[in-house]
């Protein structure tokens, strides 16, 4: 049951993430500005702010394993329907579908996950789902490459030919839907075979009721972690979805090898962060950590916006090394900054992730106005916020280290 949720966090991972280095080939092969390519992710991760809070309610009430398989069979439909009919508007119309299920998806597979793997092994499994998120991200630009070039490449084999030639001969990409459909199938057969165990919610960690969600939301805290999460995942999606198209604008990379590359290596870089942030976590109080890496981010981003191509093209992987502990680390003071009621409040920042649909967007408008060198400035100002995170947060609990453990044991000594 465990590595059905691991599998389920990698395919969620898979399919979110593929829109980076899709960017380019969807303003080429659908005739787009950029505002409207950038509104292909936004119907996906728009999702996960309108319903996100409602899918706490309906899985209550349905139960985990009819949820997950509904959530999949509605993944499998999207990405069928938007397979055999590839055109702009059925497009956001069936990401939407699938955002939507993903979103329910992470809402249902966090508890169970603790449940499945045990309460006190729930850390380091929650670390490891991460991880392989992160992975899963790090592959999808290489099986989109693989995907795109089959038709010029002879040693191709059979069932990817076979794969992309139900695709039109203009977009191949559009594969991928196929392919997604596929796991989105074979998942949810999994999900009908699979024995579930039961899963009791403590009072804290229940969907809540309206009144809960609005006492929450009248807090000051909650509306600037609120914030937090939101730009959070506006910048990672704005780093990922646009830094193909920029290389190929400014740089006149190829999306579809150089391109695809860097935003595999943005995610590779952040597996890799993740370790270094946990061994950090261990050391340093996690405002500390957050304020060093949120700094370098910047310093990267300002490398990779304005310096040479091939300075440009090593600087947007460093940020997703230097980002990769402000999920966590966001999510965690978040979280120990209020002492009940923290079910609401994953709700509540789960929607938060529709930051994903929105940054990404204004980037876009505003490139069509003014170039897109401009327009990714305003990651900016998301970075900015973040970083002032660490210099705000007020947690009620703050993070173990290895010096404030000695110091608790000298006390009990004493």
């Excluded at 699938?98 to 793997?117: D, E, K």
């Amino acid at each position: 049951m465990v590595w059905l949720v691991f599998f389920t966090f990698f395919v969620i991972s898979l399919i979110t993430n593929i829109f980076g280095p899709l960017i380019p080939d969807i303003i080429t092969g659908f005739h787009l500005s950029l505002a409207a390519a950038a509104f292909l992710p936004f119907s996906l991760f728009a999702a996960y702010g309108l319903l996100s809070i409602p899918a706490g309610f309906a899985a209550e009430r349905a139960g985990e394993k009819q949820t997950m398989t509904a959530c999949l069979v509605l993944s499998f439909a999207g990405s069928l329907l938007f397979a055999a009919f590839p055109t702009y508007t059925v497009a956001v119309a069936t990401l939407f579908a699938i955002g939507g299920s993903f979103a329910a998806l992470q809402v249902v597979i966090n508890p169970l996950l603790r449940v499945a793997g045990g309460e006190e092994h729930f850390a380091y499994n929650s670390t490891l789902a991460q991880l392989i998120f992160c992975a899963a991200s790090f592959l999808s630009p290489f099986l989109y490459t693989a995907v795109v070039e089959t038709p010029g490449r002879g040693g191709a084999s059979a069932w990817l030919r076979a794969l992309v030639h139900l695709a039109p001969a203009a977009m191949p990409w559009v594969a991928l839907y196929w392919l997604f459909a596929a796991i989105s199938l074979a998942m949810a057969a999994v999900v009908v075979l699979s024995r579930f165990p039961r899963v009791e919610r403590t009072e804290g960690e229940r969907a809540g009721t309206l009144s809960m969600y609005r006492d929450l939301l009248r807090r000051p805290v909650v509306l600037l972690y609120f914030a937090s999460v939101f730009l959070y995942v506006g910048t990672e999606q704005g780093v990922a979805n646009w830094m193909s198209e920029f290389l190929r604008r400014y740089h006149g990379y190829d999306p579809h090898t150089v391109g695809a590359a860097a935003v595999a290596w943005f995610w590779g870089a952040m597996v890799a962060g993740c370790f270094a942030g946990m061994l950090l976590l261990k050391l340093f109080d996690s405002r500390g950590v957050l304020f060093a890496f949120s700094a370098v981010a910047l310093a990267s981003l300002t490398a990779a916006l304005f310096d040479g191509a091939a300075v440009s093209r090593l600087a947007f992987p460093a940020i997703g090394l230097f980002a990769s502990v402000m999920w966590p680390i966001i999510i965690s003071l978040a979280l120990n900054s209020v002492s009940e009621h923290h079910g609401p409040l994953s709700g509540i920042f789960c929607a938060a992730i529709a930051g994903g649909a929105v940054w990404p967007e204004l980037i876009g408008a505003l490139a069509d106005a003014a170039g897109l060198r401009l327009g990714m400035c305003l990651l900016y100002l998301s970075m900015g916020w973040v970083l002032s995170v660490s210099l705000w947060a007020r947690p009620l609990v703050g993070n173990a280290t290895i010096r404030r453990r000695t110091g608790r044991q000298k006390v009990g000594i004493e």
